[in-house]
């Protein structure tokens, strides 16, 4: 099936890895011509090196804590695309921690990375898109329920909701989609990351963390970074023209909540 994506030009960040890496590659397979980002140079490298094979790829460092790096990554990522289609938004991950742990510094660099960047661009990137232009957000199953020692995240990521909810509003007029992706637990780094990091505070092995996490997902596994990347080819693909302002959970029905 032709989705549409062939010759669109796709800007990914957070690309280095995990969910953002996928997508930049799912996005290859289709045809798109695709400029990766990441705030880690060497990862950064590694990637395109892996995904020059695939397609037409290109790759900006930008750290998306820097408001000045984010509009030149779109700036830049304008121009050696010759226009942007698609923009994914993939974040890095906050520190872990709770409300009495976290210090001032942990709260505004939170904000910085979590919801600030992504403020910053889509305000930045729907100055270059036209008609038919497509803005991905991927957040977190935290926007729905809080989840354990990840108050940075249970508290800022739930701004996401409203921004794509507010943006989708004053950009159906020209034509873009803004919607959103909120993944569950997936098989990435960061993950692997808050496993040990709770299988140090529990005292417990990290395959007893893992048995509880997936009891309470009713597919009874985690994603693979490739299963969220289908959902954001398809909300980029013609096959959703009519969607925009939606938040989808690709989480293996771990979200208890209805709406």
Do not use: C
Not at 181 to 206: A, F
Request: net charge neutral.
């Amino acid at each position: 099936m032709d989705l549409g994506i062939r010759n669109k030009k796709v800007i990914v960040t957070a690309a280095s890895k995990g969910i953002g890496y996928a997508t930049a590659k799912r996005f290859l397979e289709e045809g798109a011509h695709v400029l990766i980002s990441s705030h880690d140079e060497q990862k950064l490298l590694d990637a395109y090196n892996k995904l020059k094979d695939i397609g037409d790829v290109y790759y900006l460092k930008a750290d998306l804590r820097s408001i000045e790096e984010i509009k030149n990554l779109i700036l830049k990522g304008n121009e050696i695309l010759n226009g942007i289609d698609v923009f994914v938004y993939v974040a890095g991950s906050p520190k872990p921690g709770n409300l009495f742990e976290l210090t001032d510094n942990d709260w505004e660099e939170g904000f910085k990375l979590l919801l600030m960047s992504a403020v910053v661009s889509i305000r930045e990137v729907s100055k270059f898109m036209k008609n038919n232009g497509r803005i991905i957000l991927s957040t977190s199953i935290s926007i729905k329920q809080p989840l354990e020692n990840l108050d940075l995240s249970n508290v800022i990521r739930l701004s996401l909701a409203g921004l794509i909810k507010s943006v989708s509003n004053q950009l159906a007029h020209k034509g873009i989609l803004v919607n959103g992706v909120i993944p569950g637990w997936t098989l990435t780094e960061r993950v692997d990351q808050l496993v040990k990091d709770r299988s140090r505070r529990e005292n417990r092995s990290e395959s007893d963390i893992i048995n509880d996490i997936v009891k309470d997902v009713p597919l009874g596994r985690m994603a693979l970074p490739e299963e969220v990347a289908n959902v954001i080819i398809f909300l980029a693909s013609e096959l959703s023209t009519y969607i925009t302002g939606a938040l989808i959970p690709v989480d293996g029905g771990y979200i208890k909540a209805t709406f």
